[in-house]
DNA sequence: CTGAAAGCGCTTACAG
DNA sequence: CTGAAAGCGCTTACAG
């Protein structure tokens, strides 16, 4: 056991103790070609011996790659904290990311605006090689940003969305559809949805797809509210969608998050209602949340961690210089359980 | 309007357009002393003009800090998705960093030894100018790396726990004593408790508080069980303590997070027991969650965001070599709501 | 108050 | 298959 120099080693410590040159220690570490087999152990156990470590500071300056990629989050702290999606897709993210030895540069911000800034800032000061983009908003001033500056991205959402960035999304307006297809088979025609933040292009996708799904099967009684994605949300929106007379209180309620649903559910089981019998609830996202509720939450589930995965996967080909295009991963799928079943009239 | 170049601006782009040298435009972004009013407007025009900001990469190999910090975070990914604990938290340490210009470097990782691993690796690396230490076990190893290296740390946690590292702790053992009182105050004798991961230092530091609090108050019916923290855990525990025969059952439960205690609220339901007329439920942590179920649930509410901010500017001050020994942030408080009651015997 | 030079720790052609 | 040199974009003494 070698102790530790208080002086922080370097790779020329490292190759005089091989005997070899700075150069040589750096093709070995970048297993590049042109060392001997012997040469090459040498270096890794003067390396060892030395607790070496190649300072990631000075490759990047030297060399042109970087090994991070940033992710900004602008949504209110005290609703992220709530949002299981977020650390499962994060958690998707890394799965993929430690496979390249590469980190994650986290920042929650307050505006679309600062996103964009915030992106410049890093790209133009080379603390990030690449950036995930998430929760896309009409005229997203991030499309041009990335443009303009070359920066490698991902765009999470809908191509209508992203302005020809690459970009990975799910189908939800096709899931959408699905739902209300699905609650209307059960023989629901007062069908509600409880959406998300209007701002955000995914909500209004979903919207419209809500919309037109409704017209098709000639749902009179269908009605939508926009929300902040917020459980006190979800809860206000479901009292005043069931304070209705009850010939024209819905009988189904779809949510855009599993947070609202459990909100609703509590409120529908506050004010006397039984759920599924008096009124179906439907969740979206599917986290573990959904199984914890009694009755426990249907919902139009998704493999989050692996969309994250997708998304850091296709962010890697963008940095490499291929990936364009739009990839969209599979559509979230009805997973019935108890909270939904025909309207009891 | 200057258009960008195609290739990347440096100092020395701005210093000529400036018409002065390199270390000029050096002193005038860091904000040091020894130039005029004048040439230090002159450089910030030429700066903006040409859209230049300093390679923070090439900033930290010529100087000596790093405007990063480290966080990693060893729980089960599916798990820290529904821990609303941690995404607060995190936005409280960004509170604080974002005033640095400092970003966040997070991961995932699965065991002690590997979090131990990367922080010797960030630092190493240079990728990190200090780190924030979760989830302390008994004999820690990143205790002893973190005295190694020198790398300035804050330790979330009882200085019983993090070995005479810069610390931020909660004080749990009263906090559990409080709920404890309190919830023999109402009447309950028989009361029992969910608890987190054994493994958790903090865990142990609340297990031992319980068992001291029920025998200082007389209390035979105490009970206490571990678990992962998970929903689904705290479901079984709770499915197992109210399947006793009711008068062996306990009458009154403290979970340790709040997704525990949603779970159990659900299970109580499921049996057909009444809350809080059958059996008192008393959370953790306190999210929003806890305002979303049916009844509202009683909990021990924590500033978590404002924790995560003090903790941030612990690490600052340990960074720039101040800030050593423990510093508590306030107890968690009992907030009453419906799921807490004298016990109907 | 300012300029020229050395150096941070690597990588990358370019010679040998 | 290996070595010596230049350079990445800054900061920091050290002269003037």
């Known amino acids: 056991m070698t102790s530790t120099p208080s002086t922080r080693v370097t790779i020329k410590d490292v190759a005089a103790r091989a005997g070899v040159s700075k150069g040589a220690v750096s093709l070995a570490f970048n297993h590049k070609p042109g060392l001997s087999e012997a040469t090459r152990d040498r270096i890794f156990?003067?390396?060892?011996?030395l607790g070496w470590a190649p300072n990631l500071t000075a490759r990047s300056l030297a060399g042109s790659r970087v090994d991070v990629v940033g992710l900004t989050v602008c949504r209110p702290a005290r609703m992220l904290g709530l949002e299981p999606f977020y650390m499962e897709f994060v958690s998707g993210v890394e799965s993929v990311l430690i496979e390249h030895s590469c980190s994650l540069l986290l920042r929650l911000v307050n505006s679309v605006e600062e996103e964009a800034g915030l992106l410049e800032s890093w790209w133009k000061a080379r603390q990030i090689g690449g950036s995930i983009l998430v929760d896309f908003r009409a005229d997203d001033p991030r499309v041009a940003v990335a443009g303009r500056l070359g920066l490698p991205v991902v765009a999470v959402g809908?191509?209508?969305?992203?302005?020809?960035l690459t970009s990975v999304w799910t189908d939800d307006a096709t899931a959408v559809t699905e739902a209300v297809r699905y609650l209307?088979?059960?023989g629901h025609r007062r069908i509600a949805r409880v959406g998300g933040a209007a701002a955000l292009g995914h909500t209004a996708i979903r919207t419209a797809a809500f919309d037109t799904a409704a017209r098709e099967l000639g749902l009179a009684g269908a009605s939508q509210v926009a929300t902040d994605f917020s459980g006190a949300a979800g809860a206000r929106a479901t009292r005043s969608l069931l304070t209705a007379a009850p010939r024209d209180r819905p009988t189904a309620i779809v949510y855009d998050n599993d947070i609202m649903a459990v909100a609703g559910l509590s409120?529908?089981?506050?004010?006397?209602?039984?759920v599924p019998a008096d009124v179906s609830l439907l969740a979206w996202d599917d986290s573990q949340l959904c199984r914890l509720t009694h009755p426990t939450l249907s919902a139009m589930s998704h493999d989050v961690h692996g969309f994250g995965a997708e998304v850091a996967r296709t962010l890697f080909g963008a940095i490499m210089g291929g990936a364009h295009g739009s990839h969209p991963v599979p559509t979230p799928v009805l997973t019935p359980r108890g909270s939904t079943a025909p309207p009891k009239v």
């Open 45 to 49: 156990r003067a390396a060892r011996e």
């Open 158 to 164: 809908h191509p209508s969305l992203t302005g020809g």
């Open 184 to 186: 209307a088979a059960l």
């Open 267 to 274: 409120v529908a089981t506050e004010m006397g209602l039984r």
